[in-house]
């Protein structure tokens, strides 16, 4: 039986916790504004929506990965009081992100490495896709053309996508706010 490494878990950590939270997220039922401190909005307002949003954390099943994710993201920051992530404010997960600066560090290089194989992968299929001829069997039927061709346009639109959100995700990093 092939059994993962340490170092391949840790280069599917990030993975798992974006699933974890995407499965379990409190706020995923709420309203998300609670979460964000909205323009000009006063500091009374903010720390009622605050604490309501950090009691929600609270009770939160998946807080523990939603943290470690927030802290991988470099969510928030120490002189701005404007969202609530697992719980804490923006200063506090940035204070948190300093104590922890070493470990976070490890753990960006293997998300990192994560997304590169990942983007590696992803380009050659889309060229494996792109090149290969549309009208093929499928599970032991020939497809019709037009049914073939479809196929093959959904299968490069997924792929495209995927790309374009890895690469948004890593210009986001760099500090470009949108892909070009
Ligand atoms: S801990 Fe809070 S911010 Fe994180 S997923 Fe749960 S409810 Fe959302």
Wanted: aromatic share 2%.
């Amino acid at each position: 039986m092939h059994r993962m490494t340490s170092t391949q878990a840790r280069h599917t950590r990030r993975a798992v916790l974006q699933s974890t939270v995407d499965a379990g997220a409190r706020c995923a039922t709420a309203d998300p504004d609670l979460w964000f401190r909205a323009d000009d909005e006063s500091d009374a307002d903010w720390q009622t929506r605050r604490t309501t949003a950090q009691r929600i954390c609270a009770g939160c099943p998946v807080r523990a990965a939603c943290e470690e994710l927030a802290l991988r993201n470099g969510d928030g920051e120490p002189d701005t009081d404007e969202l609530i992530r697992a719980g804490y404010t923006g200063p506090e997960l940035a204070a948190v992100r300093t104590a922890q600066a070493v470990r976070l560090a490890a753990a960006a290089e293997a998300d990192r490495d994560t997304e590169g194989r990942q983007l590696d992968t992803l380009t050659t299929e889309l060229h494996d896709a792109l090149a290969s001829n549309p009208d093929r069997k499928e599970a032991g039927q020939r497809l019709p053309s037009d049914r073939a061709q479809a196929a093959q346009n959904n299968r490069l639109r997924v792929l495209a996508d995927q790309i374009r959100q890895i690469r948004t995700a890593r210009r986001a990093r760099a500090g470009w706010g949108v892909a070009a």
